[in-house]
Every structure is written in C-alpha cells, then in structure tokens.
C-alpha cells in the first residue's frame, strides 16, 4: 500500500503539473532500499493543452 500511495501522489503532482506520463508502468517506477519510489521514463511524457 505504501507503495502504491506513493505511485498515486506522484501522479496527481504530475497533473497538478498538466503533465501526462504515457507508459506509466511497474517496470517505471523506481524503489530504494527504503521503499521511496520515483516515476521514471519521463521520455514518454507530455504537457496537456490548456
């Protein structure tokens, strides 16, 4: 759940942003040893238009 959480608050940063990640998947996401996670692969983003 931790996980997840963190997963869920990144992506509501990112639309708060007007970001979309494109390929948002497991093998995106990176984890520390600590559980931290950060969304990678910001190749397959883009800005929405207002």
């Known amino acids: ?13 990112l639309e708060v942003k007007r970001l979309h990640h494109l390929d948002l998947a497991g093998r995106n996401i990176l984890v520390d040893n600590n559980l931290l ?8 983003s883009v800005q929405k238009k207002v």
């Open 1 to 13: 759940m931790y996980i997840a959480h963190q997963v869920a608050d990144a992506m509501a940063y």
């Open 37 to 44: 996670c950060k969304i990678s692969q910001f190749g397959h």
